[in-house]
Structures are given as structure tokens and as C-alpha cells.
């Protein structure tokens, strides 16, 4: 018999694979605004603020670094056709400037494996990030011309269950989704709960 670590949605799509059930995270509809909370919302209205932070910050502990990243720490780098191909992607997190005292105001990790979900009901698609101890997890939302909106969970640990979209503040993800060139996409995350000021999400795909 199979259990559920979190069984915080329907039994019946909490329990089922991630890469199948990554978008019941959160719910589809035309717009996003409908299921945003105040919060994200406010967390997005702040996303050049959070890049200008961030960025000064990163800048001074880790110039060099920041210089090599060009485009992908490039505010303004979006492009138009941002919806990207369903499939599996090669992504890496870097962490730019730091929320409290006593953190690093730069942090790149290794790249791991996520996917992009066919686009679904309203034209949503989903996203998975699929291994690591947090794993951003929900849906893609059709914006502007240069930019899609990301509402998810941070799924935890070795949890299975897909926590929904709302239910705590902590655990609610918000970011854009922009392209940055032919085959190169990012999601950039303004005032995560934890740890930095922005990060940002590379997205090239695995083939």
C-alpha cells in the first residue's frame, strides 16, 4: 500500500507522480490575479525593487561572479515568445543578495532536473522541479508578451503529497517566467520566504 506524506489536496492527486500531478498545486483559471494571494501579488509589484537589492548586494561580495551570469542577471533581459517547449530542462538556482545577517549574498548551485508540463486548462502549463530538498512545484500562467507567472508550493524533503496553492503563506511560491534567448528561459523569484532577496531559476533544455 502507498501513503501520502502530505495529504493536503484530494487523495486521488496528492498521491499521484509529481511529473504527472505538478499543476494541481494550483488551481487553472484565465487569470492569475483570481488566485494570487495579497501577498504574491504585493511580492511581484516589488520585482524590480528586489533585483536592484539583490543585485547591489551580490555585486560587492561577488562582482566577478555576478559579470559571468551576463543575460541571467540581466533585469531586463526578457524576451517576447516566452512560453517555453513541454519537457525536461536543465536548471540550476542561484541566490542573489541575503535576507538576514550571517548569509552569503551569492549562492549558485548544481544543476538539476525539472520539467515543463504541456499547456493545460486556460492555457496553463505546469512546473516540477524534481529532485533536491525544495522543490518548487505548480502551474504557468499566460501574462504579458514577455513574461508568464508562476504560482506554486514548495514541496519539502522526501514529502509526496502536493501541498495546494494558498494554504500557507510560508510554503506559497510566486515568480515570472521570462526568455532570454532561443533556448534559455528563467524564473525569477522577488522576496522568497527564506534566505535571499531574489532567485532565480535557469532553464535550458535537456535536449
Known amino acids: 500500500m502507498r501513503f501520502c506524506a502530505l495529504l493536503l489536496i484530494p487523495a486521488a492527486i496528492a498521491c499521484a507522480p509529481r511529473e504527472i500531478g505538478s499543476a494541481a498545486a494550483t488551481p487553472a483559471v484565465a487569470n492569475w490575479r483570481n488566485v494570487a ?38 533585469p531586463d533581459a526578457a524576451l517576447t515568445d ?11 538556482t542561484l541566490k542573489i543578495g541575503a535576507r538576514s545577517e550571517g548569509l ?11 520539467r515543463i508540463e504541456p499547456a493545460g486548462p486556460e492555457g ?23 513574461r508568464m507567472i508562476f504560482l506554486g508550493t514548495n514541496q519539502l524533503g522526501d514529502e509526496k503529497g502536493i501541498m495546494r496553492y494558498g494554504r ?10 521570462e526568455r532570454i534567448g ?7 523569484f522577488p ?7 531574489v532567485d532565480v531559476i535557469e532553464l535550458i533544455p535537456s535536449s
Open 37 to 74: 494571494t495579497s501577498s504574491d501579488r504585493g511580492r511581484l509589484r516589488d520585482w524590480r525593487d528586489a533585483w536592484t537589492r539583490g543585485l547591489a548586494a551580490a555585486r560587492a561580495s561577488n562582482g566577478a561572479e555576478i559579470g559571468a551570469e551576463g543575460l541571467l542577471l540581466d
Open 82 to 92: 516566452v512560453a517555453p517547449p513541454p519537457g525536461d530542462y536543465r536548471c540550476r
Open 104 to 114: 552569503l549574498d551569492y549562492v549558485a548551485y548544481p544543476a538539476f532536473k525539472c
Open 124 to 146: 496553463t502549463m505546469g512546473f516540477t522541479k524534481l529532485s533536491g530538498s525544495q522543490r518548487p512545484i505548480g502551474r504557468l500562467f499566460p501574462d504579458r508578451e514577455r
Open 168 to 177: 500557507d503563506t510560508d510554503r506559497d511560491m510566486v515568480a515570472l517566467l
Open 182 to 188: 532561443d533556448r534559455r528561459w528563467r524564473l525569477v
Open 191 to 197: 522576496y522568497p520566504h527564506f534566505e535571499s532577496v
